[in-house]
């Protein structure tokens, strides 16, 4: 989903890598569900598809919106394909309040991929149809439900932080402190090219 090189293509960015934290800190951007679950946070994913890229992106989004309801949505950026030669990727973020456990979120989104016939195979850097990752739940950090949150990617690849970076400028990453505007400046020239994309959502 990002550039083409021969490098680890988790490290386009390594001078602001967090230390990562083994606890789960409480998430602190909550507000009341309104009934009578638990409390609703701030989530982020990440969308992208170098497959059928349109109409993926266009039924993601749309899906996204009847499950959790008003989304928050960056531009849509293309991006070229990361460790592996492909098609290149449309990505954007998108964000949600949403008020139930992890393991709901990731269950919830793993179905919307699969039923845009994503197919899972032991390469991780391969085409795919829609690729729909946790970035953050609130302020937890940690490993809950199998989910490494906040997700390494949002201080790795540009196509990832520039679109976080576009809709939550002023939100802090829940283990590095800064905010999502100023990391994605301090990457500078060392960020691949988002080209935007005309995309209506």
Not at 42 to 50: D, H, M, T, V
Not at 149 to 170: C, K
Request: contains cysteine.
């Amino acid at each position: 989903m990002s550039r083409n090189q021969p490098r680890d293509p988790k490290r386009e960015c390594p001078t602001i890598a967090p230390q990562l934290r083994d606890e789960v800190a409480a998430p602190s951007n909550v507000h009341p569900s309104g009934d009578g679950r638990s409390p609703r946070v701030r989530c982020w994913i990440s969308i992208g598809s170098n497959q059928d890229r349109e109409r993926c992106i266009q039924g993601a989004v749309h899906t996204l919106r009847e499950r959790f309801g008003g989304l928050t949505l960056s531009s849509v950026y293309e991006s070229e394909a990361v460790g592996f030669d492909g098609q290149p990727f449309f990505n954007l973020v998108a964000g949600f309040d949403f008020g139930e456990p992890v393991r709901v979120l990731l269950t919830a989104l793993r179905t919307i991929e699969d039923s845009f016939g994503r197919v899972r195979g032991p390469n991780k850097f391969a085409p795919r149809t829609l690729d729909l990752d946790l970035l953050t739940y609130g302020d937890l950090a940690g490993t809950i439900d199998g989910c490494t949150l906040p997700r390494d990617e949002i201080l790795y690849h540009a196509f990832v932080l520039g679109p976080l970076a576009e809709v939550a400028d002023q939100e802090r990453h829940p283990t590095n402190g800064r905010c999502y505007g100023e990391l994605w400046r301090s990457f500078g020239k060392f960020a691949p090219p988002l080209r935007p994309v005309a995309f209506e959502l």
